[in-house]
């Protein structure tokens, strides 16, 4: 029997006649349906989140706090539940669904600890001015599929801690695990404040040129994104985008090899490459290259690709369809054009689900389809450089700015190539780490305005400016 999952609307799950199957990429079986949302569903939602910012932004912060806690401590006491359905939707390992439920238990509860204090701008005899933080209104949050929890969490959590109200909309292709979080939150979340409502991706143009929504919160790719920033002008709606990247790793001659093997690894094929800043580009440099792209290739072979709920699997399923044949269509676009790989390449047509072997090519050409655009899965590019100044300027030769990495035996030599990457984050020695202290944002065409952090908090605020004129009291 296929579950029936509902909507989050003014405090009440609510269905509609009209449904959408949820297929389960390990097995291509339909193992949920949810409703197909509309403009109707979509201005109810709208309308509850309009009535409940009176009341919500009023509310001490810490109030607000409160309830932000509670959401977090509701997914944590959920997760065994929570992580096996976002596996069957999502494919990731069980393992790393785990890990996306935990972390956006964690991350909720951190992004609640920031504060809204007013900034003084001057205490003079003449005059006092103080800059205080208000809630934008309503916010209109679009959610892709590949790490579907977290990237709800993730703006759920500060827009009501800042005092606004949410619509949220889900990736058709992973709506189930958010829409029953909708259903343990829903008694700990006043009604309005947090709605959660689900539909084809038609849904999403009707949300940013939604009148009565003020913010447009999305995570996706750069061309949607492109498409909501002219949608939302119409009314200058407040926009925060994180979009694509291209992300390149630079790995140094002084790097260890048998160390950074397994973590290149991982930072391109963790949750099957589906992350915007997975290392989509390896440069490593001449001096290690053969060695390197080896080991990283003999890693390769012992890593089981499979379904996500089967015990060894540490790859699952590329999510969709659509996203499956376009990473085919890279793989086969380097086959055709005789690029030469280290592992993987051909794929079995006749095994169910979106399964997509661990891909590695050897060197590849800078114009090559699978270095200059974003995979999205399981494929990984390496490359050759002579000079360090070579490769920064190969890594910066993209239109997208996400994130990158450094590997080297000499942090501070990391640092200074580091700081030579335009992107909005760079690890040194690590990957894949985001903290909810410091902001996640994009350079370039790969997003605009910051998650996480203060700065994040920030968002959803507007300034507003209080000047008191001290004793010049008309009688």
Excluded at 342 to 363: A, E, K, S
């Amino acid at each position: 029997m296929i579950t029936q999952y509902k909507n989050l609307i003014n405090g009440k799950m609510v269905g509609t006649k009209d449904v959408l199957d949820v297929v389960n990429p390990a097995n291509e079986e339909v193992i949920g349906q949810v409703p197909a949302c509309g403009a109707e569903e979509l201005n109810q939602a709208v309308s509850a989140a309009r009535a409940a910012f009176k009341e919500w932004r009023k509310k001490p912060i810490e109030e607000r706090r409160q309830v932000i806690h509670a959401i977090s401590a509701t997914i944590k006491e959920n997760t065994d539940e929570l992580f096996r359905l976002l596996t069957s939707e999502q494919g990731k390992p069980h393992a790393q669904a785990k890990g996306e439920i935990l972390g956006a238990s964690m991350m909720a509860a951190a992004q609640s600890m920031f504060d809204l204090d007013d900034e003084i701008n001057e205490d003079t005899e003449e005059r006092l001015s103080r800059t205080r933080r208000v809630p934008v209104g309503v916010v209109g949050g679009i959610v892709p599929w590949n790490f579907p929890v977290m990237m709800a969490v993730q703006k759920i959590a500060p827009a009501l801690l800042s005092g606004c109200t949410i619509v949220l909309k889900p990736s058709p292709f992973t709506p189930l695990t958010t829409l029953r979080l909708a259903e343990l939150i829903k008694d700990v979340v006043p009604a309005g404040v947090v709605n959660i409502i689900t539909g084809e991706d038609s849904l999403g143009p009707l949300i940013t040129g939604h009148p009565d929504i003020d913010k447009i919160t999305f995570t996706g790719s750069t061309a949607t994104g492109k498409k909501i920033m002219e949608g939302a002008s119409k009314d200058l709606k407040r926009i925060t985008l994180e979009l694509g990247g291209n992300d390149a790793s630079i790995v140094l001659p002084d790097a260890n090899v048998e160390k950074v093997a397994e973590q290149l690894f991982w930072s391109s094929f963790t949750n099957a490459g589906q992350i915007c800043v997975a290392a989509k580009r390896i440069y490593i440099h001449e001096d290690i290259y053969d060695e390197l792209s080896a080991a990283i290739a003999e890693y390769a072979k012992n890593v089981k690709v499979g379904d996500g709920a089967q015990q060894g699997t540490a790859v699952g399923p590329v999510q969709n369809k659509k996203q499956y044949e376009r990473v085919l269509e890279l793989v086969q676009d380097a086959k055709d054009n005789g690029y030469k790989f280290l592992v993987g390449g051909d794929h079995d047509p006749d095994i169910p689900g979106y399964y997509v072997p661990i891909t590695i090519l050897d060197n590849p050409p800078e114009d090559a389809r699978i270095v200059a655009e974003e995979q999205f899965g399981p494929v990984m590019p390496l490359m050759k450089f002579s000079t360090t100044e070579e490769a920064i300027s190969r890594a910066n030769a993209s239109e997208y700015g996400l994130a990158g990495a450094v590997w080297t035996a000499n942090p501070e030599e990391g640092v200074r190539v580091a700081e030579q990457l335009e992107t909005g984050t760079v690890w040194v020695n690590e990957f894949l780490h985001l903290s909810p202290n410091a902001p996640f944002g994009g350079h370039k065409q790969s997003g605009f305005g910051a998650e996480y952090g203060k700065e994040g908090l920030l968002e959803f605020t507007y300034p507003q400016v209080i000047t008191v004129k001290k004793n010049n009291v008309p009688a």
